[in-house]
């Protein structure tokens, strides 16, 4: 498994955890700190700003959306239809297409920031947040890429650091000898260097998938490791998006059944895709979404491509050498590069003092919807497996949250000091 690091030195590291003699700048914030400038933390953003409750925004990146900006290919479209990937209070213009590209995407997320006037402090990585028992408040230390550090102190933490925050790099014998061509799924941007090259794809998620269909594009040879099984759906039914019809029979019946429901359609459309090598999960594909978190594939060419055999279809692996791979089953392949689309995961553990909200795999313990709030000011968004549209419903949840205790105690301060002011009116000097 990955191993989420800061940029620090032993000698700063010291400095982050040395309680007593903290040398940085200390902040005191009047309002939350959130934490991620990504579509989670701009919605809540939003929200507040609405609201008049002043706030920080912190992100390791210098850009909001630096998933969206710096992780991902070119070739990225969103996958779910556009109604479900808007943000609260601030539609998407109306000229975008169904499935907008990432780039619409980013100019819509950058137009929502200067909207709402939300400007995050950047280049500020979250080390360590903890809750004070002694103050009732919440201690932020970040490092900022010159090494300065700063402590910040509020009453609220909103956690918007994502569920995709680090790449998951799997650990595979002699992946060190195979040479320098292995890169993560969230460095790659464009098969254009692939040309007639044999690249191994790792994973059968939609990275899995778009990157293979995308170097296929660019008349390279992808083969694609399916260690286990994965669900793979039209992304449309009938001209209909299959998430949005699954949504809606979810009002109707039970998730089993439009698991069952989405399974027969798919067969009729694409065939048995058994045959070739994709396996699919006994759980059905909206409750292995819910449960384990495993996104089912949305198809947009890429089964056409495995159905041709432009992408090859192989097993688990077994181990590298140089400019090879060897599977389970004994087979070997000669190959040129390697891509790791083997997902990603959250970074809260690593941070996040606490144990009472968050799981040891850094998701909020409670499942939707009770996963917005945690005890003593401390808020999670954008970790609820339902993507933006999930993102956003938690998003207003916890800006409404904060926005109502806000007012009380504005309202509260303004009583005392209107009774203050009264009382000083009747002194007599
Ligand atoms: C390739 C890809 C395509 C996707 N397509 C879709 C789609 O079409 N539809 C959909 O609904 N969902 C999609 N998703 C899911 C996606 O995660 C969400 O859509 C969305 O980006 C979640 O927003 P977020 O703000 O919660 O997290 P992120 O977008 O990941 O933002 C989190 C922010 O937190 C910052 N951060 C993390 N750790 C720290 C730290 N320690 N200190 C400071 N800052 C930190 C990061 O820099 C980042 O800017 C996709 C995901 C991927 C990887
Ligand atoms: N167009 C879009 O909107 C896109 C959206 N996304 C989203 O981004 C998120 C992340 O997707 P993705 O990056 O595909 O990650 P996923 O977690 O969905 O998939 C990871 C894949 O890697 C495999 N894997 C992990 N470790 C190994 C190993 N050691 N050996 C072999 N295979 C391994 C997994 O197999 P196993 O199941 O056996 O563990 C799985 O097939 C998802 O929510 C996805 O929907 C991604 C791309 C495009
Ligand atoms: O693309 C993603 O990562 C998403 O999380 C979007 C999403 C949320 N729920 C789903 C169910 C089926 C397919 C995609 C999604």
């Not at 926005?403 to 002011?421: P, R």
Request: charged share 20%; hydrophobic share 35%.
């Amino acid at each position: 498994m990955n191993q989420y690091c800061n940029p620090c030195s032993p000698l700063m590291v010291h400095a982050l955890e040395q309680e007593d003699f903290f040398t940085g700048r200390c902040i005191l914030v009047n309002g939350p700190v959130i934490i991620g400038a990504g579509p989670s933390g701009l919605a809540v953003g939003a929200g507040l700003k609405q609201q008049g409750v002043p706030f920080v925004i912190l992100d390791r990146a210098n850009c909001i959306a630096s998933l969206w900006q710096n992780k991902t290919y070119d070739r990225l479209k969103l996958h779910l239809p556009r109604q479900f990937c808007e943000l609260p209070y601030f539609p998407f213009p109306e000229n975008f297409p169904e499935y907008p590209t990432k780039y619409q995407f980013i100019s819509y997320l950058e137009s929502y920031a200067k909207k709402f006037e939300i400007n995050p402090r950047f280049n500020e990585s979250v080390h360590t947040a903890k809750y004070d028992e002694t103050c009732g408040l919440w201690r932020v230390k970040t490092v900022s890429k010159n090494g300065s550090i700063t402590e910040y102190i509020c009453r609220w933490l909103v956690v918007a650091t994502g569920e995709n925050a680090e790449k998951v790099v799997p650990e595979f014998e002699g992946l060190q000898d195979f040479g320098e061509h292995v890169m993560h799924a969230c460095d790659y941007k464009t098969g254009e260097t692939y040309e007639g090259k044999n690249v191994l794809v790792v994973g059968c998620g939609n990275s899995g998938m778009e990157v293979s269909l995308d170097l296929c594009h660019h008349n390279a040879s992808p083969s694609m490791v399916v260690r286990s099984s994965v669900h793979v759906l039209p992304r449309e039914i009938l001209g209909k998006s299959t998430f949005e019809l699954g949504v809606s029979m979810m009002k109707w019946l039970p998730i089993e059944m439009v698991d069952k429901i989405l399974l027969v359609a798919a067969r009729l459309l694409l065939g048995n895709i058994e045959k070739y090598g994709l396996k699919r999960p006994c759980i059905g594909p909206l409750q292995l979404k819910n449960t384990e978190g495993k996104t089912p594939v949305l198809d947009i060419g890429a089964l056409q491509k495995i159905r041709s055999g432009d992408i090859k279809i192989v097993p688990g692996i077994k181990k590298f050498s140089q400019g090879k791979v060897e599977f389970v089953n004994g087979e070997i392949l000669e190959i040129d590069s390697v891509i790791l689309a083997t997902g990603y995961c959250s970074n809260v553990p690593s941070w996040l003092k606490e144990n009472e909200f968050f799981s040891r795999e850094g998701f909020p313990k409670s499942p939707f919807p009770n996963g917005w709030k945690g005890k003593a000011g401390l808020y999670a968004v954008g970790f609820t497996r339902k993507g933006l549209s999930g993102a956003s419903l938690d998003a207003i949840k916890v800006s409404q949250d904060i926005g109502k205790i806000w007012k009380e105690e504005i309202k509260q301060k303004n009583q005392s000091v209107a009774v203050a002011s009264h009382r000083r009116s009747k002194l007599p000097f």
